[in-house]
Nanobody
Framework: VQLQASGGGLVQAGGSLRLSCAAS????????VGWFRQAPGKEREFVAA????????DYPDSLKGRFTISRDNAKNAVYLRMNSLKPEDTAVYYC??????????????????WGPGTQVTVSS
């Protein structure tokens, strides 16, 4: 499966953005899809994940309540709604697909396919 993230941009603190991850390829609904972000000089950070059937979601505690992941398998797409954005949310955001049973979905090693990132910049 191949992925392409979009929807990033410049937004003021307190604003919202919705990122999209478009997938091509077969069996998209069998993949868990995750969002990660990476700020300059920092490690890649887990943001959210949704299971293939959209029955399970996961977020780090620090982002619960502000970020919401969803998916539409009919459209081969996953979305990340980000509310109440803060300057510290500034990063390149990546979507990834995976199904590695030996790794946690919060671990980048779970994912086998990554799309190019989309830049999100939050101004203060």
């Amino acid at each position: 499966v191949q992925l392409q993230a979009s929807g990033g941009g410049l937004v003021q603190a307190g604003g919202s953005l919705r990122l999209s991850c478009a997938a091509s390829g077969r069996a998209f609904s069998t993949y868990t899809v995750g969002w990660f972000r990476q700020a300059p000089g920092k490690e890649r950070e887990f943001v959210a994940a949704v299971s293939g059937d959209a029955g399970m979601f996961d977020y780090p505690d620090s982002l619960k309540g502000r970020f919401t992941i969803s998916r539409d398998n009919a459209k081969n797409a996953v979305y990340l709604r980000m509310n109440s954005l803060k300057p510290e949310d500034t990063a390149v955001y990546y979507c990834a697909a995976g199904r590695n049973p030996l790794a946690s979905i919060t671990n980048p090693e779970f994912y086998i396919s990554w799309g190019p990132g989309t830049q999100v910049t939050v101004s203060s």
